[in-house]
């Protein structure tokens, strides 16, 4: 496969998830991970999508049917025989906070699994536990236009029962070779140290990335470029069954917009409104259309931003 013909490449391991919701007495499993939220999305916005990653002997044929039918490119996903993919288990109470726990963890991603004639217009990392190290970014940053990073798994450490905490630190001058950056509030003030979104933010800008994005939840988001923060709301949704994946959305949204050198604005617009969307069913398995989804961007960006 020829890795220079892709406008975004995901680079993270999948995860099988085990989701318990308030509002449901058992636990579902669905397909999950950042990668696959982000492809799906950004594929449903015209983006031509592969994705590097990491699998077990475990992993479902059916889950890689499903996104190779929506035309998601997996020639760089490989399966490791004696292995077993990365697996997760989520609970969420009524006020949607989440308690996270890794059940088994697939093998790393390593320099030695990028393809040689690897170069895209976007590259997005999106390691959720560990799996993607710093030599691997710098390979990364050589063959991308734009690299953009979600740095959730490498904040993430884990107890002997597989409970995680926000406290492994994370090389700064990483950060030097990131374009984009999209982290959760928390986890902004995890990577920054600091207590406060604004001076997260200016630390961030300080380490050299050009547009930083924070996802806030029900609070809608914040995007800083050109010296200036602006709120993106939330659209209002007609309800929220499972929030599992919206901030991995919304970013898989904001780059497919970005390839078309979009205002940002409006991208983080098209962000919110998909990121809208999926929370509004169980898991992976709906993210609305194209049509939807700018129909949401359209009320977000005339009505709320443009004002």
Not at 215 to 231: A, W
Not at 247 to 254: K, L, N, R, T
Request: net charge neutral; charged share 20%.
């Amino acid at each position: 496969m020829n890795f220079q013909n892709f406008d975004l490449i995901v680079v993270g391991h999948f995860s099988i998830d085990s989701i318990s919701l308030p509002t449901n007495r058992t636990s579902y499993t669905s397909l999950g991970g950042a990668v696959t939220f982000v492809s799906l999305v950004s594929r449903c916005l015209g983006a031509k999508t592969s994705i590097i990653s990491k699998i077990g002997e475990d992993f479902p044929e059916e889950y890689l049917k499903q996104l190779q039918d929506e035309g998601i490119d997996l020639s760089g996903v490989k399966r490791i025989p004696g292995e077993t993919s990365t697996r997760f288990a989520l609970e969420y109470d009524e006020t949607q906070n989440r308690r996270l726990k890794l059940i088994s963890k697939a093998p790393p991603i390593t320099v030695e699994d990028l393809p040689v004639s690897l170069n895209a217009k976007i590259v997005h990392v999106a390691p959720i536990a560990g799996e993607v190290q710093c030599d691997v970014v710098r390979q990364l940053r050589n063959a991308a236009g734009v690299l953009s990073l979600d740095p959730q798994g490498l904040l993430r450490s884990f107890d002997k029962k597989g409970y995680i905490s926000y406290r492994s630190p994370i090389d700064r001058q990483l950060f030097s070779l990131v374009n984009v950056y999209k982290s959760s509030q928390d986890e902004i003030f995890a990577v920054t140290g600091k207590t406060d979104l604004k001076s997260s933010v200016e630390a961030i800008h300080t380490l050299g990335v050009n547009i930083v994005i924070v996802t806030q939840g029900p609070s809608g988001s914040t995007i800083s470029f050109g010296g200036n923060n602006y709120k993106i709301p939330a659209y209002p949704c007609r309800r929220i069954v499972d929030p599992t994946g919206a901030g991995d959305v919304f970013i898989g949204a904001f780059l497919a917009e970005y390839l078309r050198q979009e205002d940002l604005l409006w991208c983080a617009s098209v962000g919110s409104a998909a990121a809208s969307l999926v929370v509004e069913s169980l898991g992976s398995t709906f993210l609305g259309s194209k049509q939807e989804i700018y129909k949401r961007a359209e009320t977000i960006y005339e009505k709320e931003i443009k004002q």
